[in-house]
């Protein structure tokens, strides 16, 4: 596979990162993830406003321009012949001497590899994912996606140990979002719930096509908080993120949620939103 690093496209066992790089030592970085679909880029433009976004919240700066990123992420399509499967990209603010403060001449490491994974699944229609809710431990600025991902690794070992697909997270009673998703539930008068974007949550951007999508379509969303007990008498429930776009919930805690079958709305707005992101792509 070939990858990219700090202006070179190698093979992956010649790209080397420093042990002094603020990434490995202070997790002083941000990274995306972006889908790829028939060997296109997805919600391309959404992802690339974060990442300016979140290096804008940390003080930092990209060494190229995002229209230089794309171009980067094509030929690595390209040149690894991805059908199927994600974009990984890493910033970090770069490789000095250990200490907490930075020097403001330093230059960041930024890295892209692709991976190859079959992500729309057509069995997970069927049979729905299986969510385990867990105590959030995050600090509050989740709305940086920031490579400290240590409590997020806790939370996922918790839910495959209790045989769950992902963790929601909990803070006050209320479900804050996923391990790596965003959390949604359908009232009974086909209400689509989701929290408000704000420092508590990571803005999805699958979040922000599905929901683009679904008022274009006239439905009803509600940008508000809901808790653990609503969701478990919810008519549907569902997650979205970059490699998984949206999926059913069909298990809470062990309870069934829907009788434990995938609904109608959220396979609707999967057709909506896999219809856009192939007509989109890039
Ligand atoms: N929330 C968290 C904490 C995440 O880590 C992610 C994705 O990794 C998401 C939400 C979903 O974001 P996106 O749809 O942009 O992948």
Redesign the pocket.
Known sequence: RTVYLNGAFLPENEAHISIFDRGFLFGDGIYE?TAVLEGKLVDSPL?MA?LERSIGEIGGFLPISTDEIVEIERRLIAENGLVEGMIYLQYTRGAEDRNFFYSKDLRPTLLMFTQSKKLDVASVMETGLKVKTVPDQRWER?DI?SVCLLP?VLAKRIAKEAGCDEAWMVEDGFVT??????AYIITADDKIITRANSNA??P????LAVLDLARAHGLIIEERPFTVEEALNAREAAL????NFIVPITEIDGKAIGGGKPGPMIAKLREFYMDNARKTAV
């Not at 999805?204 to 979040?207: A, E, F, Q």
């Open positions: 993830v992802h974060r989740r996606k997020q979002e996923g391990a790596s998703s965003t949550t990571l999805g951007c699958t979040r979205t993120s970059a490699s």
